[in-house]
């Protein structure tokens, strides 16, 4: 979901016994499991390090408004909300179908048939509705090793640990900026410019809310301070004529 109701009163009236951490843990709890549409996991440590906020505020919040299921932790409101929302989305689908087949005279089931599957897209799945959302990228298994595949088909270098990968692709996807070959391999042609690893590279963007990565940013980072020609001829002429003793001219 890119956006959810938020009933001020109804927030206020349920939140108000909470401290500013616990308040600040929900707010974020919240956008973690409509963004996702899927319950929070029983994993707080993993929560609390993803949303930035103390085990104990995630853990207090969780046992105080939320339900813990097997797999993972409910709220009744944020669960009827995604419901609405992928009812929504199956019943728009439903009815672009149905405009589509008389549009374009295909089969009577109301769904289009040979070339006009491609001009529909995600409207012309034959297997029936659209399956919610979700975040969960599947391992794909060559040989004896596995390679992380993510939604946007890029894979994980080699040389990058899954952790900093996550992450990287976590702060992309927040600022809306899908994750793609090509922006990888600049970064790492940037990473070498700057003669660090492709890891340090996406680690520093990760501390810095980068999206992408220039070498020439590393360099403004560590360049030391310089007053210039101009700036050093005048504080010298400033420090001249401190060291004047003014009785001289007496």
Same mark, same amino acid.
């Given at each position: 979901?890119?956006?959810?109701p938020?009933?001020?009163?109804d927030?206020?009236?349920?939140?108000s016994?909470?401290?500013?951490?616990?308040?600040?843990?929900?707010?974020?709890?919240?956008?973690?499991?409509?963004?996702?549409e899927?319950?929070?996991?029983?994993?707080?440590?993993?929560?609390?390090?993803?949303?930035?906020?103390?085990?104990?505020?995630?853990?207090?919040?969780?046992?105080?408004?939320f339900?813990?299921?097997?797999d993972?932790?409910?709220?009744?409101?944020?669960?009827?909300?995604?419901?609405?929302?992928?009812?929504?989305?199956?019943?728009?689908?439903?009815?672009?179908?149905?405009r =589509?087949?008389?549009?374009?005279?295909?089969?009577?089931?109301?769904?289009?048939?040979g070339?006009?599957?491609?001009?529909?897209?995600?409207?012309?799945?034959?297997?029936?509705n659209?399956?919610?959302?979700?975040?969960?990228?599947?391992?794909?298994?060559?040989?004896?090793?596995?390679?992380?595949?993510?939604?946007?088909?890029c894979?994980?270098?080699?040389?990058?640990?899954?952790?900093?990968?996550?992450?990287?692709?976590?702060?992309?996807?927040?600022?809306?900026?899908?994750?793609?070959?090509?922006?990888?391999?600049?970064?790492?042609?940037?990473?070498?410019?700057?003669?660090?690893?492709?890891?340090?590279a996406?680690t520093?963007?990760?501390a810095?809310?980068?999206?992408?990565?220039?070498?020439?940013?590393?360099?403004?980072?560590?360049e030391?301070?310089?007053?210039?020609?101009?700036?050093?001829?005048?504080?010298?002429?400033?420090?001249?004529?401190?060291?004047?003793?003014? =009785?001289?001219?007496?």
């Amino acid at each position: 979901m890119h956006h959810f109701p938020f009933h001020i009163g109804d927030y206020l009236a349920a939140t108000s016994h909470l401290s500013n951490d616990e308040d600040l843990a929900f707010r974020r709890i919240l956008d973690m499991y409509y963004h996702t549409e899927l319950p929070i996991p029983l994993d707080t440590k993993w929560v609390a390090k993803r949303l930035r906020v103390s085990v104990e505020a995630i853990e207090s919040v969780l046992q105080d408004l939320f339900a813990k299921h097997d797999d993972g932790y409910h709220h009744k409101r944020c669960d009827e909300e995604i419901a609405k929302y992928q009812s929504f989305i199956v019943s728009g689908k439903k009815g672009a179908a149905v405009r =589509w087949s008389k549009e374009k005279g295909s089969e009577p089931n109301g769904v289009a048939s040979g070339g006009d599957r491609e001009a529909i897209g995600c409207l012309s799945n034959p297997n029936g509705n659209r399956e919610p959302r979700t975040e969960n990228r599947e391992p794909i298994t060559t040989g004896t090793s596995k390679t992380i595949v993510a939604r946007s088909d890029c894979i994980r270098p080699e040389t990058v640990s899954e952790q900093v990968w996550q992450d990287f692709q976590t702060l992309r996807r927040a600022k809306k900026a899908p994750l793609t070959s090509s922006a990888i391999s600049r970064i790492e042609k940037e990473a070498g410019k700057a003669g660090i690893s492709l890891e340090a590279a996406l680690t520093e963007c990760c501390a810095r809310g980068w999206t992408g990565f220039k070498a020439d940013w590393m360099k403004a980072k560590v360049e030391p301070f310089d007053l210039g020609a101009a700036t050093q001829r005048i504080l010298q002429r400033e420090l001249e004529n401190e060291s004047t003793n003014p =009785w001289e001219s007496i």
